[in-house]
């Protein structure tokens, strides 16, 4: 069974730093990354890191402030998030894929159950 896990949400002030954390278990995956969502916005797309190689991708809005990277003994994916703002507000979802099909065509096949990110002004 597959399982992916979040933790590591908060509540932090804006500019500040949080880092969240996915166990995954029951297989191996191709891809894994983190969308989010926001009260009353579509979920959205964060960042995604090939599995194997270690390959990634960013929204816009978070390059040069986020940073997504695996530790394979560990099976977990990471995302550092420095320089918070409130924009950032939003449930935060883990999400893997069974294959790799590019990095820049990420269709989740699992998904985590969410974990809190509040950024206070």
């Known amino acids: 069974q597959v399982q992916l896990v979040e933790s590591g949400g908060g509540l932090v002030q804006t500019g500040g730093s949080l880092r969240l954390s996915c166990a995954a278990s029951?297989?191996?995956?191709?891809?894994c990354g983190w969308f989010r969502q926001a009260p009353g916005k579509e979920r959205e797309f964060v960042a995604a890191i090939k599995w194997s190689g270690g390959t990634t991708s960013y929204t816009d809005s978070v390059k040069g402030r986020f940073t997504i990277s695996r530790d394979n003994t560990k099976n977990t994916v990471y995302l550092q998030m420095n320089s918070l703002k409130p924009e950032d507000t939003a449930v935060y979802y883990c999400a893997a894929s069974t294959y790799y099909s590019g990095i820049a065509r990420f269709v989740p096949d699992y998904w985590g159950q969410g974990t809190q990110v509040t950024v206070s002004s």
């Open positions: 029951g297989r191996t995956f191709g891809t």
